[in-house]
DNA sequence: AACACGACCTGGTAGC
DNA sequence: TGCTACCAGGTCGTGT
């Protein structure tokens, strides 16, 4: 399940062979991949350069030049998604949904088995309302105590619906919230605007602390195929097993129809 | 405006 | 062995 550093890490290791190549050719093998615009949509791509890659929040924005019309690509993996850089030809695999075709006979394939994620092509409008609705990268000086203490106050979403909107704090996804809310103790269910300031700043710490540790992993993994989990989770995934800080029973509750794992007796 | 919720999508697996 | 039911979860559109 990508989020920030699974992304951040797929983008470092993608972008040497994809800037400065040029967009020969496009084929969309699905069309919903590209919803809400039609396959020919993408095809204004073609003949611009790739000059260079951005990650924005958990979207890949790829920057075209000429910036004329079309600006930006933009790619979301959401569930399932993959990106890889291959020979042509060669066998595409299975859940392919998007190819871009390069200069040296090499293409840029986008794979999705589930099909949840989106690529699409970004006109200067795209690109302003998809930057507007993507909050504060937490990986980034921006992200300072007093713009999630202000963000806070002003919800009562439970604490971890809150961390997973992308409009205040952007990247956050299940697994890394989880882990987040164990570290700063804090109740996933509790109003995030009744959490103490105590608490919010043991947060602020807390979500770029697991985010780089995850994104160490994700690299580690690029590097060493084989070897699995981006990071030693203490609560995500672990229904029943020991909170390793207090030694209750892990629990899994359900939050907006998803899985939420937190330890009962010391995160309050 | 803020929030809740179902739909989208398919591979893996638990249970019978 | 073969079948069914359920689970994984990011985002968007719709309704309150």
Not at 1 to 19: C, G, K, N, Y
Not at 91 to 113: A, C, I, Q, S, Y
Not at 196 to 217: C, D, F, M, N, T
Not at 224 to 234: I, L, V
Request: a positive charge; aromatic letters at 6%.
């Amino acid at each position: 399940m990508p989020e920030l550093p699974e992304i951040e890490a797929l983008i470092r290791r993608i972008r040497s062979e994809l800037t400065d190549t040029r967009i020969r050719g496009v084929q969309v093998t699905r069309p919903r991949s590209v919803a809400p615009q039609s396959p020919a949509a993408m095809e204004a791509t073609i003949g611009k350069k790739i000059a260079s890659l951005e990650r924005l929040g958990k979207n890949l924005l790829l920057h075209l030049a000429p910036a004329k019309e079309v600006l930006a690509i933009r790619i979301h993996l959401g569930m399932t998604g993959d990106l890889f850089v291959q020979q042509a030809p060669s066998e595409l695999p299975k859940g392919t949904r998007v190819v871009f075709e390069l200069t040296g006979k090499r293409l840029f394939v986008f794979e999705d088995v589930r099909g949840l994620g989106r690529v699409n092509a970004l006109d200067q409008a795209g690109l302003t309302k998809l930057r507007k609705r993507i909050g504060v990268d937490p990986l980034s000086r921006a992200f300072i105590f007093e713009l999630l203490a202000t963000a806070a106050g002003r919800s009562r979403k439970p604490a971890k619906l809150f961390l997973m909107g992308q409009d205040r704090i952007a990247g956050i996804g299940n697994m890394y919230t989880a882990e987040a809310l164990w570290r700063a103790r804090i109740d996933p269910r509790k109003p995030i605007n009744s959490v103490s300031k105590q608490k919010l700043k043991a947060l602020h710490e807390a979500i770029p602390a697991v985010l780089r540790e995850a994104l160490k992993g994700a690299l580690r993994t690029y590097e060493k195929p084989g070897s699995h989990d981006s990071m030693n989770f203490a609560v995500y995934g672990r229904k029943g097993e020991r909170c390793p800080r207090c030694g209750a029973a892990i629990q899994r509750i359900e939050q907006a129809g998803r899985s939420t794992y937190y330890c009962p007796r010391c995160q309050q």
